[in-house]
């Protein structure tokens, strides 16, 4: 842990020129430094006085929706004597999670320093800390250990790219795998293969995947407003769309922009709405789509505007995507398009709209495994695919409702997984104070 220590240190000295700079000009950069610095807010304290904790730690916006159900079924199963409280790295994460659990409760994730660390595990004691996926820090996993913190990674996952980088540095990375009490894995193969990266077999279990419990919350005044001016208009939704991962490719606001003309030329009616994934990518978005006269969701709902035919709704709000999704007639999942791994098909399955994705999916191997199976899921190898396709949805509906409605099925047969996390966390919290 001293190597570690060392190079956390030096790396964060190297690089203080840029952190001060962007904090200097940004401010997400300067939001919740406090808290990342070890300095516990006054607010979770007063939260969690009197109560045993259990920590919940959710990256961002895509663990904290995951998450969303796992924390109100663990407050109903520990009772009142004890309180969930949950952190966040990213900025977008921390506000999802106040919205949907409440400020007081949530907080910025301590860097990964002993001190930093170590301040939040003594004001809150926890009985245990729950870990989103893959999110591990040897400091955070070793000052637990040290401490007699049992740890669970639920939903815990391991990519195509994770698996080949991490396995090249095995013999170093197994010490921290070895650090959770207990593995809940999405699929037998995330099982298999953080098992071949070097974590204890007897603490790996497969849980299944948390998405398939995510049920979207009520329609939000954002999703109203946009079903109000759509007026019954078929709407392709484009959610969580990124940059291009290499220099000569494209992003995929400009894959869909370059390939609306046609789509909108062939049926007028149609109306496209894009949901970048990042906040930091809602203005060039815009931008890249003025010539459309695009719209954008702040816009519908500060004043009564009208969509004209080939009009593009732009999507710039935080944790409506999910929602806006059950107004859709054909879905595509972004990160797709481009190699950056896919994001969730689950989001607008659940609601029977039929997914296209594109042949970058393998974050979601296992979920877009099982729709294609059931011929729930259209895969497209590029934008030029992709045109066609929702033409053809969008001429021949009842075959795209009929995959929808595959997809729908699938969402609803693999549900349960966060019923046995909630099992597996509380049985091993008692067993840990028996």
Partial sequence: MLIYSLLLTLGLILSSPWWLLRMATTERYREGLRE?????????????????????????????????????????????????????????????ARERFGSDRVFYMPLDFACTVLAYLRALHPA???????????????ECGRTGVPVVVVNAR?????????MTVRSIWQYVLRKPSLWLAQSEEDARRLIALGAWGETVKVGGNLKYDVRAPKQSAVAVRIRETIAGRPLIVAGSTVGSTDASGEDEEAQLAGLWSFVSETLPDAVLLIAPRHPERFAGAQ?????????????????????????????????????????????????SLVAAGGHNPLEPAQFGVPVVMGPSFENFRDVVGRMRASDGICIVQDAEELKLV?????????????????????????????ARAVEAIVAMVKNEHA
């Avoid at 520990?78 to 921390?94: A, H, K, L, N």
């Avoid at 391991?158 to 991490?166: E, G, K, L, N, P």
């Avoid at 004209?308 to 929602?323: M, Y």
Wanted: glycine share 10%; hydrophobic share 45%; charged share 25%.
């Fill in 36 to 96: 990342r610095l070890g300095g516990v807010p006054a607010r979770l304290r007063e939260a969690v006085r009197g109560k045993r904790v259990v920590w919940v730690h959710a990256v961002s916006v895509g663990e904290v929706l995951a998450a969303s159900r796992l924390v109100g079924e663990l407050e109903a199963a520990f009772g009142d004597d004890f309180r969930v409280v949950v952190s966040t790295t990213t900025r977008t994460g921390q506000a999802l």
């Fill in 128 to 142: 245990a800390l729950v870990l989103m996926e893959s999110e591990l820090w040897p400091r955070m996993l070793h």
């Fill in 158 to 166: 391991v990519s195509d790219r994770s698996f080949a980088r991490t």
């Fill in 287 to 335: 931008a890249r789509l003025q010539p459309f006269g695009v719209i954008s969701a702040t816009q519908l709902l500060d004043g009564d505007l009208q969509l004209g035919q080939r009009t593009v709704i732009l999507l710039d709000t935080i944790g409506d995507l999910a929602s806006v999704y059950s107004l859709a007639s054909i879905a595509f999942v972004g990160g």
């Fill in 390 to 418: 929702l033409v053809g949805m969008l001429k021949d509906r009842e075959a795209a409702q009929a995959v929808g409605e595959r997809g729908r099925r699938v969402f609803e047969e693999q549900q349960g997984a966060t």
